[in-house]
């Protein structure tokens, strides 16, 4: 692979107005910005602007505190909530799960492959089961014995090892125990969760026995971020897969596996590009 | 193309036990059928034995009468539900509209193209706007005006209508009315409809509306059999397409248009070569 | 559908260097432009830079002379190819087509239909077939009697009847004729062309019973620009679809033909919506 | 998962004609087998009968030589070519690899997660790099240095080694040599290979380049059995992804990966539970 360049990325939602575009492009270039990538979108209905600009470091005069103090007084005036991001800085990854690894496997080969773009800091479950896996690929692996009953201190005690390891994103790779408010407030629009879903939506018990049931022709997996709200947090990737008659249940959960691994592994890659700007309740996705 | 042979096909599903294979294939063979197709399914949850076998009727030494009589006692030892059909004798189907043409330009299109086998009866709405089409493929058109006043007359009106042409499948092409339980009711399994489809479901109004709110990533068309519960027939055939935030709400119902044309299509396909086997509350395709 | 803004587009490419968009938005900020879309691309490998820029002319203070005038300085300067194109001008189509009809057929309804932002001028073919099609569209049709011998003759009078009608695109919808070198240089750029694609390639005769005769498990199309190498211009879309053996050759053939279609109509959308950049052999679709 | 009956398989090919159906379900009734899936297939072009039948052993009558014995005349009498497989019999696999991992990596997570019914009995590499990933999963590593002047040895070294291991299928997971008409002939049918496939085919050297220079909106992957004719064998599974002019030539490598991962994987699942039927240069897959 070819030497990559150091990068810094900005990524911008505002309301829309003539010459945005001119004064963000005009201030990166006094400060001899090269450009890599500058991908943006207007949201019509809600008159807004979005944008993300990545650009090469080399050349670039501001280092991040003289381009936070510079760029402050543009964002001000146009009322910009924005982000900087440098490519050297790689998130910080928290891997949760629980029994099942075919994501945690997948996550973890392709961060070795060099196809992620992160650092993995831990794997966390409360099973013992993908230690072996984690051990493998030399990850430190650390098991919570959850209970009804200890849950609030479990969650701390995770929320304190995710602090002390300077994790940035959570990623729950079929983590079996629904996260509470206070967990989710405390990584917001940081904690990406996969599920299987279908067409109709089989909500509550068994989903995959009731999408069988119903013959379904198609099965899927979404990828999206966790806010209070369950498996209604705004959607980053979806897949479906064609699935016949003359598949078992068996067959149609080891193909939701595929898809599962498939979406969750796409959000991350995004998510550690910074390539998902997150507004309302949906996600633009600049690939 | 080249010739196709005359063809009867025979569908069944019955109580699972050994021998129904060799029951059927020496029964057909006793008559000297050459067997073009022969598709056979298990449920094993529910016991059940599915087949769809399809034979050149060349040199086959029993008409209908003589099949039917000599076949039924064998379907009764077997507590078999069975149909039999004929190629040369073709589904005739009623075509439902309301405004929006996508699908009825693309069936009467289709067929017209001998990709359908079927011969189209009519063309039925409560709007004038697709008579042009109807009229260019030589289809007559029969418009009705529906009131929640006068629907039930109407729907008797176009019972009627249908019997008078032997109508045997009713397709909802976008028909934007719901079909009372009674007419439901007069074509039981004959009725099959489209709809689009998302991940999550977005159930009640403006779907893509709030589908493009939530920003999806795929967009969905279900084609399935009408039964009382609205939407929730049998599943015939289902499809996604990509989209993104590129795509503008106007511009996502219109990928959804070919979706559903797509979608329908298919199952009039299916349904008029006799390849769905329908039990319980799902298909089985024999494609 | 909404009320659509009159917009300006202008598609460049030219060296990449430091400073372009900045350039650029300027230009348009001075002249009070509302930016609706901004894409843009680098080509890392040639260092060349790709835009598209769509703006609304709503308050805008340069008409089309004014601007090419007030922008050729700049685009001199950054050695820009760079094309400016209208809303309001709608692309001039001349669909060309043989006996089979299905992409006529489909590049009509869509028209009609609202969904291709275009003029479709006229359509020309080689045989009588299409004709009611056209006819029932509103669109004139031009048959051409073309043979070995005078087809130098016959490409002339078809020049000159799309000069003489304004054409500014070419879609061969199935046209089963070899445009010579000299209509494609007429051209440029300006011709699409549609062919089915299978995995692997097969070149020559007979490629669905070939592609038949190898099991291939997906069958597809694509859809280019036509240049001087038959088939092998700049490709603008593909997709594939799934067969199995189940299929008969018909069956692939007529599938095949749902994929051309597809991949046909999205190419003209995308044309017609001036958000194909070409360069080198090789398009960008700024979708 | 619950509890998997014990099955035999029979896979047959010979000249279609009638009464064949018949022959065999009476067989298999006469030793009362309990027929779990049956699957039929004619080639009306070359007039051939295909079949694929599987039964539950409990109560089956016959055990392997009888079974050999007792239906050896029907197949003789009907020209058969025909194999008999047991599913508590599971497939031998040899992988060979060389540096990338993607493919293994992916095969031996899937194997021990269940999802493929065989027995892993080596992985041999040109390469050490594969060695942790079989460790990991405890599959024994094999060495061989080859060269352009040991290459004759070293393959005899290989089937030698596979021999021994009552290897019956080998499965090329990017195994970057090419092997000998010689090694090929030692396992006929049973050498599976994946290629990235593209369309159109980019034949020779640099593929993935050469498609990124075209500008391609689709890449493919390809497994397929290995013959003397090296990428020309019968193909087995393909699928593809969408990639855009935002994608680095090192994404799409990167992505043609996952395809490579996912084709070959369900090649070895259907040859390994006796799906596929291999006949003149293709497949059938009764899935």
Not at 26 to 49: E, S, V, W
Not at 204 to 211: H, I, T
Request: proline fraction near 5%.
């Amino acid at each position: 692979m070819p030497h990559e360049p150091q990068t810094a990325i900005l990524l911008i939602d505002c309301p829309d107005k003539k010459g945005l575009v001119a004064t963000i492009a005009n201030f990166l270039y006094t400060y001899n910005a090269n450009i890599l990538h500058a991908d943006q979108h207007q949201d019509h209905d809600k008159q807004l602007f979005l944008m993300r600009i990545e650009w090469d470091l080399d050349g670039f005069t501001l280092d991040e505190g003289a381009f936070r103090a510079a760029f402050a007084p543009i964002a001000t005036q146009n009322g910009m909530n924005w982000r900087l991001e440098y490519s050297s800085t790689k998130t910080r990854v928290a891997i949760f799960c629980s029994k099942m690894d075919h994501c945690v496997a997948d996550l973890l080969y392709r961060h070795r492959a060099g196809a992620l773009r992160c650092d993995i800091a831990l794997v966390a479950s409360n099973h013992p089961d993908c230690k072996p896996l984690a051990d493998f690929y030399g990850i430190p692996f650390h098991q919570f014995a959850v209970t009804p009953e200890n849950k609030p201190q479990v969650e701390q005690q995770q929320i304190d090892l995710c602090r002390a390891n300077a994790v940035t994103l959570i990623v729950l790779a079929r983590y079996m125990q629904i996260l509470s408010p206070a967990f989710v407030q405390a990584y917001p629009s940081q904690i990406i969760n996969v599920h299987h879903s279908f067409l109709p939506a089989f909500i509550g018990a068994k989903p995959y026995q009731r999408a069988f049931d119903r013959g379904v022709k198609l099965i899927g997996a979404t990828s999206h971020y966790v806010t209070q709200d369950l498996d209604e947090g705004p959607i980053i990737e979806q897949d479906v897969m064609r699935v016949s008659h003359r598949d078992s249940l068996e067959r149609m959960v080891e193909r939701g596996k595929d898809l599962e691994k498939r979406v969750l592994a796409r959000a991350v890659e995004w998510h550690t590009e910074h390539k998902i700007l997150l507004y309302n309740r949906k996600t633009v996705i600049f690939d």
